[in-house]
């Protein structure tokens, strides 16, 4: 763009590519105080003190995901409970979301989340 003069407006690279995914948006809304429903990474926020960069460090990104049903059960039956919404961090348009009720349901349902994304 700036080859040809044009000047983007809005906020850098590293924030939209944060945001255009679910667990980063959700970490980066927590550390700006924004109120969130509760979630596998409930209370993670970013440790950055002039709020400049976005960037999500791999370590908080790994403490707030759920690859597997065994951690997906212990974080729901811990502190979030039943129902909940499975949702890949990945994908859109209403593909790799799911509902369960209860821990049979998870994981039928945690299943059908990775095969879809």
């Given at each position: 763009?700036?080859?040809?003069?044009?000047?983007?407006?809005?906020p850098p690279r590293k924030a939209m590519d944060a945001v255009g995914d679910k667990i980063c948006a959700n970490i980066l809304a927590q550390s700006c105080?924004?109120?969130v429903i509760p979630w596998s990474g409930s209370g993670l926020t970013l440790n950055n003190a002039d709020g400049t960069d976005c960037s999500i460090p791999?370590?908080?990104?790994?403490?707030?995901?759920v690859k597997d049903v065994q951690k997906a059960e212990r974080v729901i039956n811990g502190s979030i409970g039943y129902p909940v919404m499975i949702k890949a961090s990945e994908g859109g348009g209403g593909k790799g979301?799911?509902?369960?009720?209860?821990?049979?349901?998870?994981?039928?349902?945690?299943?059908?989340?990775?095969q879809e994304v």
């Open positions: 763009l700036s080859h040809h003069n044009i000047a983007f407006l809005g105080g924004v109120d791999e370590d908080l990104l790994a403490k707030a995901t979301i799911r509902m369960a009720r209860n821990d049979a349901e998870l994981r039928v349902s945690f299943q059908q989340v990775q």
